[in-house]
């Protein structure tokens, strides 16, 4: 099989977008607000909405399977309060699950926190709940800024977080660490901002010691890590400098890197640095880079191309695509062997 576990609904209906926009209207005017039961979507849009898009894709590249979640740019932590978020992020999960039922052995979803900024992160733990026990969510996107940009939150490795973590470690399911849209006109969403919360992440780990506290916690860093593969020497010496064990002791039993890099010589240096077993397969496709690269004919988001072009040991490339995915995920190697998969 091949796994994706970097998949978002960016293709939803306009009407959730729509929703969406009353309810940031309703902000300044609470005569504006929409009401709780919309939007009201059929599963006709939702099929018209994936089969042509992310279904299509997955068959043309022989992808099994995805990890489905509500689109990164829009969950948008710092619109509102936390009852603006927790209303948008159930109406989000919901429609994910939905997809997932439609074509349940093709999409897996995975939940959207309702965090916001300066909010206490176990006000997330019911929609946490809710996603799992109802919806049968297999892992969450945990947003390490929330105020879009301005970076006010706590790292990673604060005490303010461990509600939320001994929550996913009863639930043994991982974490996407994954930022939303920036509002700091300094960092670009998708070229930046992504990718600086990447590198970020990793480093709070790093300096930190949360894995002594939750040895189980398990955190997927998307895009390849940021920069975190391209200065590997960097963070060993950090590493070295700060007391702390290799890297390989301190971090990567419980943190893993995703293949959404989108040419073939970084996709081979992610390969070559980083150990396959904490490698796992995932293409973010028809998300923030979705044009065809003039130099290969291919589209950018085509990442089982450069996996299977990296020329790695057979073991490995199926380690990265599949084996990796059922060992982070347990909640989705479960489904699958439900499946007789």
């Known amino acids: ?3 994706d576990c970097h998949g978002h609904y960016t293709t939803a209906p306009p009407a959730l977008a ?4 009353r309810q940031t209207a309703a902000l300044t005017d609470p005569s504006a607000a929409p009401d709780r039961a919309d939007p009201r979507i059929g599963d006709d ?4 909405s994936v089969e042509p898009n992310q279904l299509r894709l997955m068959d043309e590249r022989g992808i099994d399977v995805t990890v489905f979640s509500p689109r990164a740019s829009f969950m948008a932590h710092h619109v509102g309060d936390f009852e603006t978020s927790a209303a948008w992020a159930a109406i989000c999960n919901e429609l994910c699950f939905r997809v997932a039922e439609l074509y349940p052995e093709r999409f897996v ?3 959207m926190l ?3 900024p300066g909010v206490d992160p176990a006000t997330c733990i019911p929609e946490l709940t809710r996603c799992v026990e109802e919806f049968g969510a297999v892992a969450v996107n945990l947003n390490p800024d929330p105020s879009g940009g301005h970076w006010t939150a706590p790292p990673l490795t604060d005490r303010s977080w461990y509600p939320l973590y001994e929550k996913m470690a ?15 006109p300094a960092f670009h969403t998708t070229g930046a901002h992504y990718l600086n919360a990447d590198t970020t992440a990793f480093m709070q780990l790093v300096q930190g010691d949360l894995f002594a506290d939750f040895p189980t916690l398990r955190f997927v860093i998307p895009h390849g890590g940021g920069a975190v593969p391209y200065h590997w020497g960097r963070f060993r010496g950090l590493a070295m400098a700060l007391g702390k064990p290799p890297l390989e002791e301190h971090v990567l039993g419980n943190v893993y890197f995703d293949t959404c890099v989108y040419h073939q010589a970084g996709s081979d240096l992610l390969y070559d640095v980083i150990p396959a077993r904490n490698i796992l397969f995932a293409s973010e496709m028809i998300g923030a880079v979705r044009d065809i690269d003039p130099c290969t004919g291919f589209h950018f988001d085509d990442t089982r191309r450069y996996a299977e072009a990296a020329d790695l ?3 490995d490339l199926a380690a990265v695509q599949e084996h990796n995915a059922r060992a982070v995920y347990p909640r989705l190697d479960a489904l699958l062997k439900r499946q007789g998969r």
Not at 18 to 21: F, G, L, P, S
Not at 45 to 48: A, I, S, T, V
Not at 170 to 184: C, F, K, L, R
């Open 170 to 184: 009863e639930y043994d399911i991982p974490a996407m660490i994954h930022v939303s849209t920036s509002v700091n």
């Open 45 to 48: 849009e939702l099929r018209e």
């Open 18 to 21: 729509a929703w969406r926009d």
């Open 114 to 116: 309702p965090q916001s």
């Open 109 to 111: 979803p995975a939940a």
């Open 313 to 315: 040991p057979a073991d």
């Open 1 to 3: 099989m091949i796994i």
